[in-house]
């Protein structure tokens, strides 16, 4: 099947009253998390996950992306008018966004964003159309020990982009790989690290985790800040039309931060937000007025919106064509994918080519969706963002709760929901990043299965990983990342040490 006939039978899949009435719901509950500031797609995606459980596979994965694609749109909303991003990718789009709703711009940077969104999003599906197919093609050749390397590289680079120390990254991430070993051994059948527990012969869910991590976490935390409710700055529906230089200085900002950010999605890290500040860089770079950058300059906005669009086009490719998420709202959805016992990679346009053209499909209908949405309510989804805290925060926790009985109708996972909703509160206070938890989890068991799988194959020969080309080349970088993270932590200590004993020189 070509592209152009995948795209056509994925949209004779999509164009259903239920699968449609349910991508609607995605995108509006994603919409409406971006504008609000702390939960984001991670944690809404987890909050709905139990929701999916009766429904057909496709018609969940669809609902749930549309909840990924629709955050990236909403957090614009609240970035220019309120000066608060919805999103850490809407931060960018604060610099400029909220100087032109000062000036009386707001309708225009609104349309600009949302437009700019829907043809960053268009570069994308049709790239992702492309790309992921190709892609797929090629990892066919994958066995165990390059399975292994592409998920031990992921996991090195994965950790230490997240914007964190990557000492506190990599501890974090150690603990989630050792989260996902409790339980019963799929290939020996001994009980590890259960401690004697019959409740843990199971093994530590992933939802109760991740709700804890993300819900209950953002609650506790949410109870330490005090601020001051926001400003909205008005504006009338009619003023959303932009004017022809507007459109003019914005055709090349979106242009370019689409196909940016598609290209930055496909790499390990948090590449929506690498490329919003990468788009904004260049912008104000190319730009024949640089001085009007942080002023209210249109393209500040129009660049970084598109941008954050075009890499959540890009981050489905490598999970879709070689089942490995290089992001963790894509690892959030990797759950969902083998809590229903689908397994993406390399085989899923062969064996599920429904889910796979469907889903592709259903962004580019979510797309118009969130146009058409997004525009004429966006004064109204910009006073969501005010509703407070005492409304807000209970929801969550009672969707928490719920959710996590859900799963497996167990007490035992309501405590698990408490104790990793203490510890998601730990983190946010000592500045810890739970994204890395989250992808030990999810990527730690597959690196596990694919090492001894490699090690059946190599006969228990570790070096034979070194002999095959492309194992022996990821593993290479990823031998070359650990080295270059002890040498910068090596000259940051000598750098600390000198400048002591300069001071005491000087003294």
């Not at 955050?71 to 909220?98: H, Q, R």
């Not at 259960?194 to 993300?214: K, Q, R, W």
């Not at 507007?246 to 890290?269: E, H, Q």
């Not at 080309?469 to 990342?481: A, D, H, T, Y």
């Amino acid at each position: 099947m070509s592209p152009w006939e995948g795209i056509v039978s994925g949209l004779y899949v999509v164009m259903k009253p239920e699968i449609l009435v349910f991508c609607f719901f995605g995108v509006l509950i994603g919409t409406l998390v971006g504008v609000l500031p702390g939960l984001g797609p991670v944690g809404a995606i987890a909050l709905l996950l139990p929701m999916t459980f009766g429904q057909d596979f496709i018609v969940a994965i669809i609902m749930l992306s549309g909840i990924y694609y629709g955050a990236m749109y909403g957090g614009s909303t609240t970035s220019i008018l309120i000066n608060v991003p919805g999103e850490a990718t809407s931060v960018a789009t604060c610099i400029d966004g909220y100087q032109m709703a000062l000036k009386g711009r707001a309708g225009p940077a609104l349309a600009i964003a949302a437009i700019g969104s829907f043809i960053a999003g268009t570069i994308g599906i049709f790239f992702l159309m492309m790309v992921a197919p190709a892609l797929a093609r090629f990892a066919l050749r994958f066995g165990p020990p390059e399975y292994f390397a592409l998920a031990f590289l992921g996991l090195l680079t994965l950790s230490r982009l997240t914007g964190k120390s990557p000492l506190k990254s990599y501890t974090v991430m150690l603990l989630g790989m050792a989260i996902a070993t409790v339980g019963i051994d799929s290939v020996s059948g001994f009980a590890r690290f259960t401690g004697g527990s019959s409740a843990l012969l199971e093994g530590i869910d992933f939802i109760p985790v991740i709700m804890g991590l993300y819900g209950i976490g953002e609650v506790f935390a949410s109870v330490k800040k005090i601020g001051v409710s926001p400003r909205i700055t008005l504006f009338r529906t009619r003023d959303l039309i932009p004017t022809r230089k507007d459109i003019k200085d914005s055709v090349g900002p979106i242009l370019r931060g689409g196909l940016m950010g598609f290209f930055l999605g496909l790499i390990p890290g948090p590449s929506a937000i690498i490329s919003t500040f990468g788009s904004y860089t260049l912008e104000r770079k190319l730009s024949k007025r640089p001085e009007e950058f942080g002023k209210g300059a249109i393209e500040g906005v129009a660049g970084p919106e598109a941008a954050n669009n075009g890499a959540s086009s890009g981050a489905f490719v490598p999970l879709l064509s070689l089942g490995i998420p290089f992001s963790p709202v894509p690892a959030v959805l990797l759950a969902a994918f083998m809590i229903h016992g689908i397994l993406p990679g390399p085989l899923l346009i062969r064996d599920h080519p429904n889910i796979f053209w469907g889903l592709i499909a259903s962004m580019y209908v979510g797309n118009i969706m969130l146009l058409v949405l997004n525009l004429p309510l966006v004064g109204i989804f910009a006073r969501v963002a005010l509703i407070p805290n005492r409304i807000i925060m209970p929801t969550i926790i009672a969707f928490c709760f719920i959710g996590a009985f859900a799963v497996r109708n167990s007490i035992y996972d309501l405590f698990l929901l408490l104790i990793f909703g203490i510890i998601g509160f730990f983190f946010r206070l000592q500045d810890y990043d739970p994204a890395p938890l989250v992808l030990g989890m999810i990527i730690g068991p597959m690196l596990e299965e694919a090492f001894r799988e490699s090690m059946v194959i190599f006969g228990g020969d570790v070096f034979q990983f070194f002999l095959r080309p492309l194992s022996g080349v990821m593993i290479g970088i990823s031998i070359f990342v650990i080295i270059s993270l002890f040498l910068s932590q090596f000259i940051k200590i000598f750098g600390i040490v000198f400048q002591r004993i300069d001071k005491r020189k000087a003294s």
